[in-house]
């Protein structure tokens, strides 16, 4: 294994673990998923480019060519889709926010 | 029916790589499969798309990919930066922006392109304004938000989709 593998390995892995702390320490849904969002993507992406360079260019790489078009795509997709359902289901944003355009135009309902 | 046939060799072709095999058994059973996803879901795919078959779109799309991948690294080094700081400096909130592109396509890549750049996260998109969600609110003024956030990708998406 080259040691641009190692390094594109590691950094990927990073970026994860930097995404599921995020997931713990930031304070409310919307924010939570800007860091698991982002960070879970780019370090995925980075993951898959190594499988592409240590396998060279045969059936293994295609796949996760394919995989990483994919996680590009829906990911954002996801991401929209939660973060709308939540804000419909009535869930506030952080007390700390600065202020919640989407809540002036489509007031929410409080939660039962 | 031109449409169904470029949907076919389109999705033959994704079979193709996957499978990784030009035998005749293979290539038969992608077409089959192929026909089949064809006949069923043409319809919801989008027909903008054949407007790519363009030299000059085809090349603002190329100018447009390390655009794009510099934003995604510029954001998760922002993000990595907000979780491990001890204080976690956030100022979130929601905020509305204007876009002036037309077509489905396009406002479909602005979304998602604005969802994997720094700090912001598209909540919803109806007609033509975009609620976004943002880690860091450097300003309260609509115009100057739109400008930070929509005004980078959307040149490029005009010329791509527009």
Known sequence: ????????LSVGVFFNFAGCIGLIRFPDIYNRLQASTKCVTL???????AIVIHFG????????????????????AAAHAISR??????????????????RDDFPQKPRE | MLKKVIELLLLLGIWIALVWSIQVADVIA???VSLVVVLIFSDI?????????????????????????????????????????????IRP?????????????????????????PGTLTVDFIDDNLYVHWI????EDPEVETKIIVKKFEKYLKKIFD
């Open chain 1, 43 to 49: 370090g995925t992406i980075l993951i898959l480019l």
């Open chain 2, 45 to 89: 795919f989008p027909a903008e798309v054949f407007k790519m078959f363009n030299p000059v779109r085809i090349f603002w799309f190329l100018l447009y990919i390390p655009v794009f991948l510099w934003a995604v690294i510029k954001s998760n080094l922002d993000v990595t930066y907000r979780v491990f700081h001890p204080e976690i400096p």
């Open chain 1, 57 to 76: 260019w045969n059936s293994i790489s295609i796949k996760a060519i394919f995989c990483a078009v994919f996680i590009l795509l829906t990911a954002p």
């Open chain 2, 136 to 139: 860091n609110i450097v300003s």
């Open chain 1, 85 to 102: 359902g939540s804000h419909r289901a009535g869930f506030p944003l952080w007390e700390g926010s600065i202020m919640d355009r989407y």
């Open chain 1, 1 to 8: 294994m080259s040691d641009l593998v190692m390094t594109l």
């Open chain 2, 93 to 117: 909130g929601i905020v509305k922006v204007k876009t002036s592109l037309k077509s489905d396509i396009a406002k479909t890549f602005l979304a998602n392109s604005i969802t994997l750049t």
């Open chain 2, 30 to 32: 992608g077409f089959l």
